[in-house]
């Protein structure tokens, strides 16, 4: 599956009747990756949920691979663009390589139990994630950690050109972060994410969307767009920029809590 074209185009979202975001327009290259930072309530779950068409725009539209994702039919939907959920209902008694074959469901027929080439995704999914001693646990049995992992699978297995993250580094320690997002990385996909460390969107991401006041705040390369003022402004942090002395890599410094 080759990356896909996401953008938006004077995009509102809303939630109950709420406008919480307005006029958004954002493009996203084929194969990048977006981070979505901003305080909790500023609006990031309900934009990945709009982006994914699993909630209406309010205004304006979304298109992926320049058609208007809200006039999709949900199966051709969901072979471009596969949603991960922050903390998804879990199906009782799931193993986890049936959970991870749910992402191939928009390519079955009814009933169907799948062939081969799901099978094979489903595989190849586990392995990306470092889970293919887990296929035929019980997925009660997983650790946080590891839930996040085979969530992430099944939106690997569902084989988009787009994936939509919510928080997906919530649960992982620091080396399941890093290789997560080096995963996503790898994989080529175009990917948007919500995340809350700055550290990660600075490091891991191509590009950031500060959302704040309802609106996009700033987007555009990490360094440029997570400054101190900005930090300050928004997270009510004090943060400076350090240089990393091997990479010469840009970092953020949060102020020293001590």
Same mark, same amino acid.
């Given at each position: 599956?080759?990356?896909?074209?996401?953008?938006?185009?004077?995009?509102?979202?809303?939630?109950?009747?709420?406008?919480? /975001?307005?006029?958004?327009?954002?493009?996203?290259?084929?194969?990048?990756?977006?981070?979505?930072?901003?305080?909790?309530?500023?609006?990031?779950?309900? %934009?990945?949920?709009?982006?994914?068409?699993? $909630?209406?725009?309010?205004?304006?539209?979304?298109? *992926?691979?320049?058609?208007?994702?809200?006039?999709?039919?949900?199966?051709?939907?969901?072979?471009?663009?596969?949603?991960?959920?922050?903390?998804?209902?879990?199906?009782?008694?799931?193993?986890?390589?049936?959970? &991870?074959? /749910?992402?191939?469901?928009?390519?079955?027929?009814?009933?169907?139990?799948?062939?081969?080439?799901?099978?094979?995704?489903?595989?190849?999914?586990?392995?990306?994630?470092? %889970?293919?001693?887990?296929?035929?646990?019980?997925?009660?049995?997983?650790?946080?950690?590891?839930?996040?992992?085979?969530? /992430?699978?099944?939106?690997?297995?569902?084989?988009?050109?787009? /994936?939509? $993250?919510?928080?997906?580094?919530?649960?992982?320690?620091?080396?399941?972060?890093?290789? %997560?997002?080096?995963?996503?990385?790898?994989?080529?996909?175009?990917? *948007?994410?919500?995340?809350?460390? $700055?550290?990660?969107? %600075?490091?891991?991401?191509?590009?950031?969307?500060?959302?704040?006041?309802?609106?996009? =705040?700033?987007?555009?390369?990490?360094?440029?767009?997570?400054?101190?003022? $900005? &930090?300050?402004? &928004?997270?009510?942090?004090?943060?400076?920029?350090?240089?990393?002395? &091997?990479?010469?890599?840009? =970092?953020?410094?949060?102020?020293?809590?001590?």
């Amino acid at each position: 599956m080759s990356a896909g074209a996401l953008c938006t185009r004077d995009l509102s979202c809303a939630v109950g009747g709420r406008t919480v /975001l307005s006029h958004v327009s954002l493009d996203v290259e084929p194969g990048s990756m977006l981070a979505v930072v901003g305080v909790n309530g500023s609006g990031k779950s309900t %934009l990945l949920r709009t982006l994914s068409g699993l $909630l209406p725009a309010a205004g304006g539209q979304v298109e *992926v691979d320049g058609l208007d994702v809200h006039l999709l039919a949900a199966r051709d939907r969901a072979r471009r663009i596969a949603f991960v959920d922050q903390d998804p209902a879990l199906p009782a008694d799931l193993l986890v390589g049936e959970l &991870v074959g /749910l992402g191939r469901t928009p390519y079955r027929s009814p009933w169907s139990s799948g062939g081969p080439d799901d099978r094979d995704a489903v595989r190849e999914a586990l392995h990306h994630v470092d %889970l293919m001693d887990a296929e035929h646990r019980s997925c009660a049995t997983l650790s946080g950690g590891e839930m996040r992992r085979a969530w /992430l699978a099944r939106g690997i297995a569902q084989d988009t050109g787009v /994936l939509v $993250l919510d928080e997906p580094t919530n649960h992982l320690d620091v080396r399941h972060q890093l290789d %997560l997002l080096r995963t996503v990385r790898a994989l080529g996909r175009t990917t *948007v994410a919500a995340v809350h460390d $700055l550290g990660l969107a %600075l490091a891991c991401f191509d590009r950031v969307l500060v959302l704040h006041d309802g609106r996009a =705040h700033a987007v555009g390369p990490g360094a440029h767009v997570l400054t101190p003022d $900005l &930090v300050a402004e &928004v997270f009510g942090v004090a943060a400076a920029h350090v240089t990393h002395p &091997v990479t010469g890599r840009t =970092h953020l410094l949060l102020e020293d809590l001590t």
